[in-house]
């Protein structure tokens, strides 16, 4: 294609894009009225087929004709990126979202019972407000990445990581569980382990599990395989990218819907501090509720029986509701795309501490040639200031970051690579480990 056809392309297709997904929002927003146009499957097509369409011209149609690598101009001045009117109110209506999801799923009936003949086919049950939340959460991994993937053709590593995360988030994280529940089985979310699936270790769910034969054994054993075999030796392997970049579906959706987003992680030291704190009180806390849990069951109930009950159902609430969904999706738009990852799951806080004490995973920096563009920590969502280690030619080995391979991508002279080597070899340049900040 020439210049001039490629420019008419894209606001051609951002053009059609904007048409089809207005027409898809309208039905919708028939349905969320209970008003459907078309019922049954027919409607279901006539709705989601033009959005998604709309949706996915909109994300690729500015990258289509370019080369690969990115395109930074007007990042900073785009209100929808840096923080205008736009971003507030996508973020509101995330909030809002979540806030119906966890606690007023009845104002949600209408977008629900749409999905009835989806659910129907997969589940053989009909759809509720979390078979609405997964169709969802998948439809954007999948429409964004699709962004990510045209936007860093070229890039093999995120190439394939973005196909990883698209594939784990349709396959284990929706399709599966459907199926699975089907055949009446319990709804299991295999590439999620305690203490992010918190229950996934507690004793009465996994006597429930093994009580079910076969597959709810299976089930269980790979649990406490995952959790307690599985995650320390992949981690040590591979840092914690193996999981928070390729694998989890917040980190899919951090990666792809949230990557318009990424560079509006706080890069202070303030926020830095905040981060080791919280993340690992996080983790405190689900260590101390799976304990009481446990206590609970051996002591056979009593009081311990109910304050373990008040503290799972606290933890849930709090941890599991508002800051995992409503702020750490909500927020994208305001504080970036990694919140929950960055602040308070308690996955990445063990994997974190893996990473950073004893996995072969660095991302190794040349000095000599870095210019101070300062494009790999703008691009970080951990908020860690790569170009600092760059300047010091030091290696980062960092228990936040995720291995997402961004600060790469970005750097102009190729001063930074993601390796694995030998434990003992990642800190040739410091006298004093663990002294930088962020």
């Not at 420019?7 to 009225?33: E, F, H, I, S, Y």
């Not at 999948?142 to 594939?167: E, K």
């Not at 030091?394 to 600060?407: F, P, Q, T, Y």
């Amino acid at each position: 294609m020439t210049p001039t056809s490629i420019r008419a392309t894209r606001p051609a297709a951002v053009r059609l894009g904007t048409v089809l997904a207005l027409a898809g929002l309208v039905l919708l927003l028939a349905a969320a009225l209970g008003r459907p146009f078309v019922s049954g499957a027919s409607g279901l097509a006539l709705t989601y087929l033009p959005l998604v369409a709309g949706a996915l011209l909109l994300a690729v149609g500015p990258y289509l004709g370019r080369s690969g690598g990115l395109a930074h101009t007007g990042t900073l001045r785009d209100p929808f990126r840096s923080r205008g009117w736009p971003a507030w109110a996508l973020a509101a209506a995330l909030t809002g979202f979540y806030a119906l999801v966890y606690w007023w799923p009845r104002h949600l009936d209408g977008l629900i019972r749409q999905l009835d003949p989806l659910a129907l086919a997969l589940a053989r049950q009909p759809a509720s407000e979390w078979f609405l939340y997964g169709f969802w959460y998948t439809l954007a991994v999948g429409v964004m990445g699709a962004r990510m993937a045209l936007r860093h053709r070229g890039n093999p590593y995120q190439q394939w990581r973005t196909a990883s995360v698209v594939f784990f988030q349709l396959a284990f994280g929706f399709l599966i569980p459907q199926v699975l529940r089907a055949f009446q089985q319990p709804e299991f979310y295999f590439t999620y382990f305690w203490p992010l699936k918190k229950e996934y270790l507690f004793p009465s769910d996994l006597a429930g599990l093994v009580a079910g034969g076969g597959l709810g054994v299976f089930m269980a054993v790979w649990g406490v395989v995952a959790a307690l075999v599985a995650t320390p030796v992949l981690t040590w392997a591979y840092g914690k990218r193996w999981y928070c970049s390729w694998v989890c579906g917040c980190g899919g959706l951090a990666e792809t819907a949230g990557d318009p987003f990424r560079h509006l992680s706080d890069k202070s030291r303030a926020a830095w501090r905040f981060e080791r704190w919280s993340i690992h009180l996080t983790l405190v806390a689900v260590v101390g509720v799976t304990a009481l849990v446990f206590g609970s069951h051996f002591a056979g109930g009593g009081w311990l029986g109910a304050a373990s009950g008040t503290a799972t159902r606290l933890y849930g609430f709090v941890v599991g509701a508002v800051l995992s969904g409503v702020v750490g999706v909500g927020f994208y738009p305001l504080l970036g795309s990694r919140v929950w990852c960055r602040y308070f799951c308690p996955q990445a806080a063990i994997l974190g501490v893996i990473q950073r004490f004893f996995s072969r995973f660095r991302i190794t920096t040349n000095g000599g040639q870095c210019i101070s563009c300062g494009n790999c920590s703008t691009y970080c969502e951990m908020g860690i200031d790569v170009r600092a280690y760059a300047q010091r030619g030091e290696n980062i080995v960092r228990a936040s970051c995720v291995g997402c391979g961004l600060c790469a991508a970005v750097c102009p002279r190729g001063v930074l690579r993601l390796e694995n080597g030998p434990v003992g070899d990642r800190f040739p340049a410091r006298t004093t480990p663990g002294t930088l900040g962020p």
